[in-house]
């Protein structure tokens, strides 16, 4: 049984919708679970999202917050919470487009696995079993510092369109990386939050 | 004699009803209300700035309105956080407003110093006897408002290049950020990093007319809550004038706009 299953209440959210993360790596199974997404399989539903289109934990968060709210504010744009999480992630309206770029695919090795308990049969312990037997993969632990190796920073910027991301302004040298890492992180955070602002 | 009723704010709206422990109330403006709270993780502090709706205006208008100011207000700090201007990052907001109970809008937390109080401090100092400074101390004291103005300069330069008006620039709208809480030596009180605050009057421009208005509202404001740093707001203009290529335009604008004041037209 996997004991990295994280759960986390998120603030402002009802106490009685928690969250489980759960991230893996050499992730064998991928198109076996792509599959049952794409024909509905009621026991699959997941935000399985590709895991080198994160960044940090809060990158994460805040798509799963955006998804949340939408969800309590009857707002859905796609099928379920769990969709809209893989959708959230995304900074356009196109819904396909988000599954393809944010959402697993039958190449994907490392998987980051997010459900909301969204009625209270859904606990910690049904979704780590579930998981356990489902996923053909290394779990990790779903820190900044893995999320940070996985990461395909490159085509996180693209996605964003933040490839013409410009360098620091001049006279940062010291910490400029970790500035430059928070850039990045807040552009896209608030791109999540802008999503669908006409 | 009857006590006025105490002043209850108007209720949160969702999803911060459910917020434990509540936000905290800090400050209320015509518009909208700052409080402090949290966001993703219990330890990570955010402003939340809610737009009560307006019960005198009509329920469309008022939405609409809300709607469009919100939106400007987060779409100028996420181009800003992009561009790398020092400004509060957006973490999430909701346009729409649930059953009319308000936008809101929850932002970075900046941990720091308004400027107007760090340039208060400096002056009530220099009114108890700081006057009295001279040589080598008295270009100390010089040398550390002038840095702090030249660091004011070259952030509203970067709003600029950046092609965002800030329309307010007050020192209430600046902050200088502390590393750590806490208070600090009187040597270092005006080092750190400015970051701009208060969007809710931005928008998108590059015109030279409304840069030079916002360096000229920054301007009047020294002039009526810092008497005493007045004489070095020139240093403003000199950390302008190397943040960005238009700097020198915009300077010479900003001659004809101080001849004239900040409305150009005098229709209406």
């Known amino acids: 049984m996997s004991f990295t299953l994280e759960t986390i209440h998120l603030p402002h959210l009802p106490s009685s919708l928690p969250v489980h993360v759960a991230l893996y790596r050499d992730v064998q199974n991928a198109p076996f679970l792509r599959q049952q997404l794409i024909s509905g399989n009621s026991e699959f539903e997941y935000a399985l999202i590709d895991a080198s289109m994160i960044l940090s934990r809060a990158h994460v968060f805040s798509a799963v917050f955006r ?117 990045l992180e807040n552009s896209v955070i608030g791109a999540i939050a802008l999503r669908g602002a006409t | 004699m009857a006590s006025p009723e105490p002043y209850t704010p108007p209720p949160l709206p969702t999803p911060f009803t459910h917020t434990t422990p509540p936000p905290t109330l800090l400050t209320q403006g015509a518009e909208a209300h700052i409080y402090k709270t949290t966001h993703l993780t219990p330890t990570t502090p955010a402003a939340l700035k809610v737009r009560p709706s307006k019960p005198y205006r009509h329920p469309i208008l008022d939405r609409r309105l809300t709607r469009q100011r919100i939106l400007q207000e987060a779409r100028c700090l996420v181009k800003l956080v992009r561009e790398g201007v020092s400004v509060p990052a957006v973490f999430a907001l909701d346009w729409e407003g649930q ?54 300069g070259a952030v509203v330069g970067g709003l600029h290049r950046a092609g965002v008006i800030h329309g307010d620039l007050t020192t209430s709208n600046l902050i200088l950020r502390s590393g750590v809480e806490g208070e600090r030596e009187r040597e270092r009180e005006m080092e750190g990093e400015v970051v701009l605050i208060d969007f809710g009057l931005a928008a998108q421009s590059s015109s030279e007319e409304d840069r030079a208005v916002d360096l000229y509202v920054l301007e009047r404001a020294f002039g009526s809550t810092h008497p005493r740093c007045e004489m070095f707001f020139g240093e403003v203009l000199v950390g302008y004038r190397d943040s960005y290529k238009g700097a020198a335009v915009t300077l010479k604008r900003l001659q004809d706009v101080r001849m004239r004041g900040r409305k150009r037209s005098m229709i209406g």
């Not at chain 1, 959708?87 to 988000?98: E, K, L, W």
């Not at chain 1, 393809?100 to 090795?109: A, E, L, V, W």
């Not at chain 1, 996985?150 to 010291?174: F, M």
């Not at chain 2, 720091?112 to 004291?141: D, H, N, P, S, T």
């Open chain 2, 99 to 152: 059953s009319g109970d308000g936008a809101w809008l929850l932002m970075e937390w900046i941990e720091g110093v308004v400027v107007r109080v760090v340039f208060e401090r400096w002056e009530a100092f220099m009114k108890a006897g700081g006057e009295g400074l001279r040589g080598e101390r008295w270009r100390a004291e010089e040398e550390k408002v002038r840095g702090l103005m030249r660091g004011i």
């Open chain 1, 67 to 183: 998804a949340v709210i939408d969800y309590l504010n009857k707002r859905l744009k796609s099928r379920n919470v769990h969709s809209e999480i893989v959708f959230s992630f995304s900074p356009t309206n196109n819904i396909a487009d988000s599954f393809r770029k944010f959402g697993i695919s039958d190449s994907t090795k490392d998987l980051l696995v997010v459900k909301v308990s969204v009625t209270p049969e859904i606990t910690h312990d049904s979704v780590a079993a579930h998981l356990a037997q489902s996923i053909e993969g290394s779990p990790v632990s779903f820190t900044d510092e893995t999320l940070s190796e996985i990461a395909d920073v490159a085509k996180i910027k693209k996605a964003y369109k933040l490839g013409a991301l410009t360098s620091a302004p001049a006279g940062q040298v010291n910490g400029a990386s970790n500035a430059e890492k928070m850039r």
